[in-house]
């Protein structure tokens, strides 16, 4: 199947988020973890309308980020994409250098297209434009939690600063605009009539307001049609249906639903967000629980496989629950004891190691709460590539994959995703299909 858009997203979650998004509208979508081999015949022949990137970029040196997100856009470019999107977080999640802006320029430049549009807005999520400020809620980005962000502390909230200095250290001469929420209420017409104006004083960054998805929508109409945008993940909602209106699909059959899995389920929680641990704590009643102690695991050596026996004994059709996910003060306590990264890799490998130990017994239902668990278990089961399903809760879909052959769902949940009866409302979701 050839594919009509291609997104390339700078970190896991933020790829599972759009790739939920853009099925919601029925498109079919794939979400593929690395750029994918040009060379593996099966990959390039099981592409979607829709194809999504996972790159683990947002924080990598500015090189990398650009060399990583170059070579998925020439494998896209090469599956017959004529469309892209790069997607960033809705907080715009950077640092001084990078990534966002330098590596849009890198993208810009492979495209051959003159202009580009940022348009990070997520209203329903409560992150929104205005004047060319980002809010987080009521509060501005540099007044909000990410202003303590551990990698990527956002300090400023005017996105045309934060930008241009990311677009200079690659090209003095790039200047950035602003489409203000004066134009976009104006409707379709005037954001065009501004876009071009823009167009023609060379003004190639275009910084979008919108503070309400009808804004959103405005903005899209106004440019759909071109090579390259950028932004969060809500934009994209309005692209699958402009796309066909325009005639921008090469097909619009769906393509066959995926067959689903066997019944054997599992839950693995590495996420210590709060909201992962209530999650945890309405699903105890419902399951078997396992827990899983760093502390244990780093002086018994015959942990791991004490867990993994207690595992096997259960049944895989019964609902299991295994649980690392601590509160802060205890995660504190393990990070004292051996170390933030050992802690982090130790469980994460405990946890990887638990879901393969499952599907060997039966497990074919994996729910995973937490990002760099979810990215640890689909490593270590050999995931590489996932049909989107329905969405469980905004920004998470059931995903679908082949291990060894066999059919298997997988909802992989960034922390803080999900109502507190998440895990108990996906399963029983999956049943219903
Ligand atoms: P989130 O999406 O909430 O950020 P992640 O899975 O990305 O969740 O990150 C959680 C990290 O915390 C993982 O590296 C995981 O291995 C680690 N972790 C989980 N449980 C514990 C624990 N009890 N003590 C210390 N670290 C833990």
């Known amino acids: 199947m050839a594919v009509d858009f291609g997104c390339i997203a ?15 509208t029925g498109a ?35 090189d990398e980020a650009i060399a990583q997100t170059t070579q998925a856009l020439a494998w896209l470019q090469q599956q017959g994409a004529q469309r892209f999107f790069w997607k960033y977080c809705s907080t715009f999640d950077s640092t001084a250098d990078g ?41 501005l980005l540099n007044e909000s939690p990410m202003q303590h962000h551990p990698l990527t502390p956002m300090r400023d909230a005017n996105l045309a600063r934060l930008l241009a200095p990311q677009i200079a250290a690659v090209d003095a001469a790039e200047t950035v605009g602003n489409l203000l929420l004066s134009d976009i209420r104006q409707g379709v017409a005037a954001v065009t009539q501004r876009l ?13 307001d919108a503070i309400e998805a009808d804004d959103l929508s405005v903005i899209a109409e106004a440019t759909h049609d071109w090579p390259l945008l950028t932004g969060g993940s809500a934009i994209a909602m309005y692209l699958p249906a402009l796309y ?22 599992i839950v693995l929680s590495g996420s210590c967000s709060s909201m992962t641990r209530q ?50 003060e205890q995660v504190k306590h393990v990070q004292s004891e051996l170390g933030v990264e050992a802690a982090g890799t ?15 017994t039966g497990v074919r239902r994996f729910v995973v709460a937490g990002g760099e668990t979810s990215g640890a278990v689909t490593a270590q089961l050999g995931v590489d590539r996932l049909r989107i399903g329905p969405e469980i809760a905004p920004g998470v879909p059931w995903t679908y994959t082949r291990v060894k052959g066999e059919s298997v769902a997988l909802a992989l949940k960034s922390g803080n ?9 996906a399963l029983t979701q999956l049943e219903s299909h």
């Open 99 to 139: 990534n966002i802006g330098s590596v849009s320029l890198a993208l810009m430049k492979q495209l051959g297209t003159d202009r580009t549009l940022y348009c990070p807005a997520f209203p329903e999520n409560g992150r929104s434009v205005y004047m060319g400020y980002l809010y987080v809620g009521q509060q």
């Open 346 to 360: 130790l469980v994460e490998s405990a946890l990887s190691a638990l879901a393969a130990a499952a599907f060997d």
């Open 417 to 425: 995703f999900g109502q507190p009866d998440f895990f108990h409302k």
């Open 28 to 62: 079919t979508v794939n979400l593929r973890i690395g750029v994918p081999d040009a060379t593996d015949q099966l990959a390039t022949d099981d592409t979607a309308a829709f194809e999504v990137i996972a790159l683990k970029s947002r924080t990598a040196p500015v």
């Open 244 to 265: 066909a209106r325009a005639g921008l699909t090469q097909h619009s059959s769906q393509s066959a639903a995926p067959e689903v899995p066997g019944a054997g389920q």
């Open 279 to 328: 999650q945890v704590a309405a699903y105890r009643s419902h399951a078997t629980s396992i827990d899983v102690d760093p502390l244990v695991l780093a002086r018994d050596e015959s942990e791991l496989p004490r867990l993994i026996s207690t595992l096997q004994s259960i049944p895989p059709e019964s609902p299991k629950l295994i649980v690392a996910s601590a509160d802060p």
């Open 10 to 24: 700078d970190d896991f979650t933020g790829a599972t988020d759009i790739a939920g998004i853009l099925a919601r």
């Open 196 to 208: 071009q104006h823009y167009q023609a004083t060379g003004v190639r960054h275009i910084i979008a």
